[in-house]
């Protein structure tokens, strides 16, 4: 459900601690972009991994970028 929210209204937060900064999140939709960005998540997040072998779908890879 979190994917159909973020492409309905990609103004977000994050927070960092107490700071917090208006960000624009954007669906990774070219192929080698997300390639790339696939292995830094797996790399950061290890189960990613597992977790895309016991799905058919592809799980949506997202960026937050500043702005709003």
């Given at each position: 459900?979190?994917?159909?929210?973020?492409?309905?209204?990609?103004?977000?937060?994050?927070?960092?601690?107490?700071?917090?900064?208006?960000?624009?999140?954007?669906?990774?939709?070219?192929?080698?972009?997300?390639?790339?960005?696939?292995?830094?998540?797996v790399?950061?997040?290890?189960?990613?991994?597992d977790?895309?072998?016991?799905?058919?779908?592809?799980?949506?890879?997202?960026?937050?970028?500043p702005?709003?």
């Amino acid at each position: 459900v979190w994917v159909y929210n973020l492409r309905a209204n990609p103004a977000v937060e994050i927070r960092d601690h107490t700071v917090v900064q208006a960000m624009r999140v954007r669906e990774v939709e070219d192929e080698a972009e997300r390639a790339r960005l696939w292995v830094l998540a797996v790399a950061a997040y290890p189960p990613y991994a597992d977790y895309q072998t016991r799905t058919t779908r592809r799980i949506p890879l997202f960026v937050a970028e500043p702005g709003n």
